[in-house]
């Protein structure tokens, strides 16, 4: 049932009506899904099993109960990891994580934001890490990069406010691991937690593996305010001249989620380790699906073999997905 939406904090109707949803392998061996509602203020999870024709209520998490400082914290997506090393996947719920038992793992405290991604994406640190940005103008960053297992901030840029967009991908081979950016003034960091550049990437919505190399384009859309539609756009980050370059405009095509301009789904779908796009028509009644036409030299697994990736395919259901 719906309920009284004010019990999730505020009057605002559709902000309790804030709906995620995942598969994640909390026991290790078997896929279980999680259901998540609230985000703004109060949160809750529940975990269920579906084995032998039954489905039974494995956890339930409320932040209402015992679990205030975690009131606050989810993004419009979730991820889902194995932050702590166990061997069984944990809910990054942005600002918090949630153990696989449905206890809470940490809260940072650094409140919501509308991007977020988890990944290896230091090179020379153990274990995963956490890109997110925060809305709240008196969140202490308006970018924060954090262990993903302990919460333990690597660096954080303050903003003092809404800082909407955030992106993190290979875009540089000039450093090892990643690179992250955002508006707001943050600029463009690497992996180490240095600042390389107050000039930034012009797009921060998705990542994309496109053409031959190791590095990683950029899958945005040109925004049409006027018309009120976007047009999916792939681009590469010419980290030499600092300014992208146009590989491909999906004519004929719609991103979704107004300003956001998200792709319907990003994956490896075929199986080469590049990522093919699916966009909808303007109408909405076709789906189509883009290959890459660039050949490789690489060969390495198709990237539905990596556990962490296949789930991240799963949960772009979320509310503003993000690149898996």
């Given at each position: 049932a719906?309920?009284?939406i004010s019990?999730?904090?505020?009057?605002?109707?559709?902000r309790?009506?804030?709906f995620?949803?995942?598969?994640?392998?909390?026991?290790?061996?078997?896929?279980?899904?999680?259901?998540?509602?609230?985000y703004?203020?109060?949160?809750?999870?529940?975990?269920?099993?579906?084995?032998?024709?039954?489905?039974?209520l494995?956890?339930?998490?409320?932040?209402?109960?015992?679990?205030?400082?975690?009131?606050?914290?989810g993004?419009?997506?979730l991820?889902?990891?194995?932050?702590d090393?166990?061997?069984?996947?944990?809910?990054?719920?942005?600002?918090?994580?949630?153990?696989?038992?449905?206890?809470?793992?940490?809260?940072?405290?650094?409140?919501?934001?509308?991007?977020?991604?988890?990944?290896?994406f230091?090179?020379?640190?153990?274990?995963?890490?956490?890109?997110?940005?925060?809305?709240?103008?008196?969140?202490?960053?308006?970018?924060?990069?954090?262990?993903?297992?302990?919460?333990?901030?690597?660096?954080?840029?303050y903003?003092?406010?809404d800082?909407?967009?955030?992106?993190i991908?290979?875009?540089?081979?000039?450093?090892?691991?990643?690179?992250?950016?955002a508006?707001?003034?943050?600029?463009?960091?690497?992996?180490?937690?240095e600042?390389?550049?107050?000039?930034?990437p012009?797009?921060?919505?998705?990542?994309?593996?496109?053409?031959?190399?190791?590095?990683?384009?950029?899958?945005?859309?040109?925004?049409?305010?006027?018309?009120?539609?976007?047009?999916?756009n792939?681009?590469r980050?010419?980290?030499?001249?600092?300014?992208?370059?146009?590989?491909?405009?999906?004519?004929?095509?719609?991103?979704?989620?107004?300003?956001?301009?998200?792709p319907?789904?990003?994956?490896?779908?075929?199986g080469?380790w590049?990522?093919?796009?699916?966009?909808?028509?303007?109408?909405?009644?076709?789906?189509r699906?883009?290959?890459?036409?660039?050949?490789?030299?690489?060969?390495?697994?198709?990237?539905?073999?990596?556990?962490?990736?296949?789930?991240?395919?799963?949960?772009q259901?979320?509310?503003?997905?993000?690149?898996?």
């Open positions: 719906r309920g009284d019990d999730w904090g505020d009057d605002y109707g559709n309790g009506d804030r995620l949803g995942a598969v994640a392998y909390l026991d290790g061996e078997r896929p279980s899904f999680v259901m998540c509602r609230g703004y203020e109060k949160t809750a999870l529940a975990a269920y099993d579906y084995r032998d024709g039954e489905l039974d494995r956890w339930q998490f409320d932040s209402t109960e015992g679990n205030e400082d975690y009131e606050g914290q993004n419009h997506q991820s889902v990891a194995d932050v090393g166990d061997g069984r996947d944990e809910i990054v719920y942005g600002a918090c994580v949630i153990d696989h038992d449905g206890t809470g793992l940490y809260t940072t405290g650094w409140q919501h934001g509308d991007a977020l991604h988890c990944g290896d230091a090179p020379d640190r153990e274990g995963l890490e956490v890109y997110q940005v925060h809305e709240p103008e008196d969140a202490p960053h308006g970018a924060s990069f954090r262990d993903a297992g302990t919460g333990e901030l690597i660096w954080g840029e903003t003092g406010t800082t909407g967009r955030g992106m991908a290979d875009i540089d081979p000039t450093h090892d691991g990643a690179e992250a950016w508006p707001a003034g943050v600029g463009l960091w690497n992996a180490d937690g600042k390389i550049s107050d000039e930034i012009e797009s921060y919505n998705f990542g994309v593996w496109w053409t031959g190399d190791l590095q990683r384009e950029l899958l945005d859309h040109d925004w049409d305010g006027d018309a009120g539609r976007g047009i999916g792939i681009e980050w010419d980290h030499e001249a600092g300014e992208l370059e146009r590989l491909k405009t999906f004519e004929g095509t719609r991103s979704n989620n107004w300003t956001k301009g998200n319907c789904l990003s994956a490896d779908l075929l080469d590049r990522e093919e796009v699916v966009w909808r028509e303007p109408d909405s009644e076709h789906l699906l883009y290959a890459t036409p660039h050949p490789t030299d690489h060969r390495i697994p198709t990237l539905l073999h990596d556990p962490q990736y296949r789930l991240a395919v799963a949960w259901n979320v509310a503003y997905n993000q690149p898996p």
